[in-house]
T-cell receptor, first 112, second 115 residues
Framework: SQELEQSPQSLIVQEGKNLTINCTSS?????LYWYKQKYGEGLIFLMM?????EEKSHEKITAKLDEKKQQSSLHITASQPSHAGIYLC????????????FGGGTRVLVKP | EAQVTQNPRYLITVTGKKLTVTCSQN?????MSWYRQDPGLGLRQIYY???????DKGDVPEGYKVSRKEKRNFPLILESPSPNQTSLYFC??????????????FGSGTQLSVL
């Protein structure tokens, strides 16, 4: 099993609807990163969370890290076709930050 | 433009034929890393390097080699590729390995098929 579990693995959402992706670990995370990948392309950095309870927003995307730093969620409000892609969460396995592990990814399709 | 450049973008080869995937970054980053991406498995780290001449194994290093002779370059070498190495490969870099968190910059990926 993976150290970072993402759910759901895939989802289809109607344009204009909200969606939430979860990222869960059995261990405390030193740093939690969210990336977006367009199909067949590289990864684009979205947000980074470090502190328990931290929440960050950029445009229509909000990411949260729980108090125990073991679970993060990514929420998209009023989804648009441009939000389609694969979302990956990543986390530092060690305090040193030299081993970043990733979840399996969540494929998002936005229906117009 | 600050970027991580991988080449080639696509590669089809046969079992046993040595190949090298190049990676170069123009941001003077100390840290570089290679990942492979497979369906359902997410990104798995192959090797990483914290500076010139300093490399270390990631989670799936078997069948791969790397070198870091220059700060900007971090090639991935498959001495004898096998079909189970068919995957999408990403090179990534970040400024350094410090006590504060830094995001990774990713290349566009190399889709490798080993027949």
């Amino acid at each position: 099993s993976q150290e970072l579990e993402q759910s759901p693995q895939s989802l289809i959402v109607q344009e204009g609807k909200n969606l939430t992706i979860n990222c869960t670990s059995s261990k405390t995370l030193y740093g939690l990163y969210w990336y977006k990948q367009k199909y067949g392309e590289g990864l684009i950095f979205l947000m980074m969370l470090q502190k328990g309870g931290e929440e960050k927003s950029h445009e229509k995307i909000t990411a949260k890290l729980d108090e125990k730093k073991q679970q993060s969620s990514l929420h998209i409000t009023a989804s648009q076709p441009s939000h389609a892609g694969i979302y990956l969460c990543g986390a530092d396995k060690k305090a040193a930050g030299n081993k970043l592990t990733f979840g399996g990814g969540t494929r998002v399709l936005v229906k117009p | 433009e600050a970027q991580v450049t991988q080449n080639p973008r696509y590669l089809i080869t046969v079992t046993g034929k040595k190949l090298t995937v190049t990676c170069s970054q123009n941001m003077n980053h100390e840290y570089m890393s290679w990942y492979r991406q497979d369906p359902g498995l997410g990104l798995r780290q192959i090797y990483y390097s914290m500076n010139v001449e300093v490399t270390d194994k990631g989670d799936v290093p078997e069948g791969y080699k790397v070198s870091r002779k220059e700060k900007r370059n971090f090639p991935l070498i498959l001495e004898s590729p096998s079909p189970n190495q068919t995957s999408l490969y990403f090179c990534a870099s970040k400024p350094g390995v410090a006590t504060f968190r830094e995001k990774l910059f990713f290349g566009s990926g190399t889709q490798l098929s080993v027949l």
